[in-house]
Structures are given as C-alpha cells and as structure tokens.
C-alpha cells in the first residue's frame, strides 16, 4: 500500500481486493510501505557483489517476502505523475534483486509468479497512468511477478470518494479475486 494516507483511496481499493484474495483462500499479508524506515537507493551497487543491499532498514523484512509472495498487488495514488515516493523508495531498493537476476544470474523463485497493479488519480488525462505502469511492469519483471492485471481509477481526489465511485470497490475485489484464480 503505497499510500500515505489510511482510509484512503488506494487504502480501501487494495481492502477490497485483499477481500477478494481472501475469499479465494489466499492467505494475505498488507505492507503499509509509510509506516516503513526505507531509505531511497544510494547507489553503493554492493548488491552486485552478492544480491544484497548494504543498507540496514526496513527492506531486510521486505526482500523475503516478496520472494515468497504467490501474488503481489502495488497499488498507489499518482503523484506527479508517478507512483508516490514512499513506493519508489521500495522498488528502487529492489535493485538488489535485479542485480541477483541480470548481474549475479542468480535464479529468483519465478514459477507461476503473478501481480496486479492499482492506482487512482484525481484528474483525467489520458497518460495519467502511463508512467507508474511502466515503473511496476519493469519492478515485476526484476523480481520474476508477471503483470497481469490493473485497476487505474482516475477522477478520486479526497479521502475516501473512492466509495461514491460507481464500479471501482467492486472491480478491487473482483482483480483479487482474479488474481487468485488465474
Ligand atoms: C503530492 C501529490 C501529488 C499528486 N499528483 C497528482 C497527479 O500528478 N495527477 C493526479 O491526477 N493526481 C495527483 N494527486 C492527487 C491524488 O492522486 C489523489 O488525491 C488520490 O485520490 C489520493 O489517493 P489516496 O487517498 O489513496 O492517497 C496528487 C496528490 C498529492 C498529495
């Protein structure tokens, strides 16, 4: 959960599809990624020496689970255009696992691997998304999760509107649902 703010849009959107998830069977675990220390990349590349990263934060939590995960959702509000800084922070941490991949050619777990993509916004413009999918399909890819489905609402500003919009609640719990059977 890539956003700051609790009960929020993206907040109740990935609720829902973790309700979705749930009721599928899947056992599931929600990483509010705020409430988190993870300090962004600097850029010491130790992790192409071993895959690891060299600074002790947060992330030491965050690595083995995502390789664990079946099934990984990001869902984020756009901020500028993009995924929010505390989500970017995280994913760009996660060049340790590229570097175990494409520099080490370390094998990640990658059977069957899948993940979803969520994200509101509060204006309507036709490339809103474009930018954020890219940065989560080319962070999937580096951790072995094939992209293969998303849930992109724009017009939701404050906190909570998200419930007066017609279809999207519904369609988050219907992607993790999905997301489970596929
Ligand atoms: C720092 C900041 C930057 C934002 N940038 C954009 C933007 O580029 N485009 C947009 O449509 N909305 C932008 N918004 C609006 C949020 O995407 C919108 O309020 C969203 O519903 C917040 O979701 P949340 O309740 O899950 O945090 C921005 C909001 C903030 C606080």
Redesign the pocket.
């Known amino acids: 959960m890539?956003?700051?703010?609790i009960?929020?849009?993206?907040?109740?959107?990935l609720d829902e599809a973790l309700k979705g998830a749930r009721g599928q069977g899947a056992e599931v675990e929600k990483v509010i990624v705020d409430k988190l220390n993870i300090a962004p990349c600097r850029e010491y590349y130790g992790c192409v020496k071993d895959g690891n990263c060299v600074i002790r934060d947060d992330m030491d939590n965050i690595y083995p689970k995502l390789l664990a995960a079946d099934r990984v959702i990001v869902?984020?509000?756009?901020?500028?255009?993009?995924l929010?800084s505390q989500v970017k922070a995280l994913i760009d941490r996660c060049q340790a696992l590229w570097a175990r991949k494409y520099i080490l050619k370390q094998s990640l777990p990658d059977s069957d691997r899948k993940g979803a993509f969520i994200?509101?916004?509060?204006?309507?413009?036709k490339k809103?998304f474009d930018g954020s999918i890219l940065t989560v399909k080319y962070f999937f890819k580096a951790i072995s999760v094939e992209y293969v489905d998303e849930l992109l609402?724009?017009?939701?500003?404050?906190?909570?509107?998200?419930k007066e919009h017609p279809t999207a609640l519904s369609d988050a719990f219907e992607l993790g649902r999905r997301l489970v059977q596929i």
Not at 119 to 125: C, E, H, I, Q, Y
Request: proline residues 8%; hydrophobic residues 35%.
């Open positions: 890539g956003s700051p703010r009960k929020g849009n993206t907040d109740l959107l869902a984020s509000p756009i901020f500028f255009y993009g929010t994200a509101v916004g509060a204006t309507r413009g809103l609402v724009p017009g939701v500003d404050k906190r909570g509107e998200i």
